[in-house]
């Protein structure tokens, strides 16, 4: 039977469970299900087609340079409009928004599956990111409004967090078995069944949950966030691939900025705003979001040098290179059921800095690396435990973000979260990883990469301390 409340549940340990390790129950544990995979899927979204890209070019007549659409056209709407839709979820419902997104998702996934030519596949890709955007916030929000804030919420966003962490490294192994095995179409079609597991169970588990008013949404401030992250993350991905020196980047990029600075004008004369600016001046909202936006960025151009790296330096297979990420991937599993205790133990604030500098240190490691083979084991070690703090840093800085913010607003905290994570995985590779795309000494490029990444991670644990050294002491 469904259940219709317009208040969360709330799962209760068992008066013998210790403190920091909650024990959940049945149900609470299907509707984490429900809603992780639902994250694994899309973050499964971000990497699986990448190896495909070849084969899918020559299957549907586009072009090399036209092939970067095919990630571009899901980034754009992903990111675009998550800020719109956790609002909109806050307003009219999660639950009711997070199974349309799932809907829409699955109907696009299928749709780029059968695709008959590029403006077909496209659409797909546009329509699965704006199911994405649907998805990320209202999973998100369903997830910190069901899990209390402590223990049970420290473990089922640690959870969560593996399987955001463990989807992306699966997708870019499965990408290549899949696409040797049956072609590019059954990484989409992977999409569509995962889809279809989760659809039928949603109903029946995930609680709705709402803000007990409804204002007026916010348009002026949707219309100017929206337009802005679009012009931004458009400029961004097309730069990755053409340079920062093309007019239509320049002109988006510039567009995005102005955009998003009217934005936060718009906000402050808002009645309703879409994002409180008095919550953008917490010290756990700011500072943990500058931790996130870091530790998804610099990850990201890691692991995208390190491809480049394996393939082109080391001459590794795409298999062996599925390999080395599947490690790292185990490892995140690994470290995404240790972060709860850590973060019980520690803090998330400590856990958050530590995490950052743990990550730049062993980015750092990475300098040694060179064209003998016996790097491989270098590269897999120190990229490994990276991800392992780099997954400490993804749940430590969601509870940052979230805690202490009222139920009424965890879909505008938790916007705020899945807009970092997009931004961050966008951002990355444009800015710092063409720099090792246009080097003529592939490992010297990759080697400036990783060491102004490591700089970057390094600085951010150094600020992000400072920023939350006057906020509460245990978040």
């Not at 340990?13 to 992780?36: E, K, Q």
């Not at 997104?101 to 797909?124: E, H, K, V, Y």
């Not at 795409?318 to 059921?337: C, D, H, I, K, M």
């Amino acid at each position: 039977m469904a259940i219709d409340t317009t208040t969360s549940t709330r799962p209760t340990a068992p008066a013998d469970t210790p403190p920091g390790t909650p024990r959940l129950s049945t149900r609470d544990m299907l509707v984490l299900f429900v809603l992780c995979a639902a994250q694994f899927m899309v973050a499964l979204d971000f990497s699986v087609l990448n190896v495909a890209l070849p084969e899918l070019g020559s299957d549907l007549g586009m072009s090399r340079s036209a092939l970067q659409w095919a990630v571009t056209a899901f980034a754009l709407p992903s990111g675009g409009f998550l800020l719109l839709f956790g609002r909109i979820g806050d307003l009219y419902g999660r639950r009711r928004l997070f199974l349309a997104g799932l809907s829409l998702f699955g109907a696009a996934s299928l749709l780029a599956t059968l695709a008959w030519d590029p403006a077909s596949f496209l659409a797909g890709r546009a329509l699965q990111g704006l199911g994405a955007a649907a998805i990320v916030p209202a999973g998100m929000s369903l997830l910190t409004t069901t899990f209390p804030e402590g223990p049970a919420r420290d473990r089922a966003l640690g959870i969560s967090g593996t399987l955001l962490s463990l989807g992306f490294t699966v997708g870019m192994v499965a990408g290549g078995v899949l696409t040797d095995a049956f072609g590019w179409r059954s990484t989409m079609a992977l999409l569509t069944v995962f889809a279809l597991i989760v659809l039928p169970l949603a109903p029946g588990l995930l609680p709705e949950s709402r803000t007990p008013d409804r204002p007026r949404l916010d348009v002026p401030g949707a219309v100017t966030v929206t337009t802005g992250l679009l012009s931004l993350i458009y400029a961004l991905s097309t730069a990755a691939d053409h340079g920062f020196g093309r007019a239509d980047v320049i002109t988006a990029l510039a567009a995005g900025l102005l955009l998003l600075t009217a934005f936060t004008v718009v906000e402050s004369r808002s009645a309703a705003p879409l994002v409180s600016l008095p919550m953008l001046r917490r010290r756990t909202v700011a500072w943990g979001n500058v931790g996130g936006l870091v530790t998804f960025s610099m990850m990201s151009t890691v692991v995208f040098v390190l491809t480049l790296y394996f393939q082109e330096v080391l001459r590794l297979s795409a298999f062996e290179t599925g390999l080395v990420f599947g490690v790292q991937g185990v490892l995140s599993a690994v470290a995404g059921g240790l972060a709860a205790r850590v973060i019980g133990r520690f803090g998330a604030r400590r856990t958050l800095v530590g995490s950052l500098a743990g990550q730049g240190a062993l980015i750092a490691a990475l300098l040694l690396l060179n064209a003998h083979t016996w790097s491989v084991w270098l590269a897999t070690a120190a990229v490994s435990l990276a991800s392992m703090c780099h997954l400490g840093a993804i749940v430590s800085y969601g509870l940052t973000v979230t805690s202490g913010v009222p139920d009424e607003e965890q879909g505008l905290a938790t916007g705020l979260v899945t807009s970092t994570q997009q931004v961050g995985i966008t951002v990355g590779i444009p800015v710092l990883g063409v720099l090792a795309t246009t080097s003529g000494d592939l490992l010297a490029g990759v080697h400036t990469v990783l060491a102004l990444d490591a700089a970057i991670v390094l600085a951010a644990a150094v600020l992000v301390g400072l920023g939350l050294r006057r906020a509460q002491p245990r978040i």
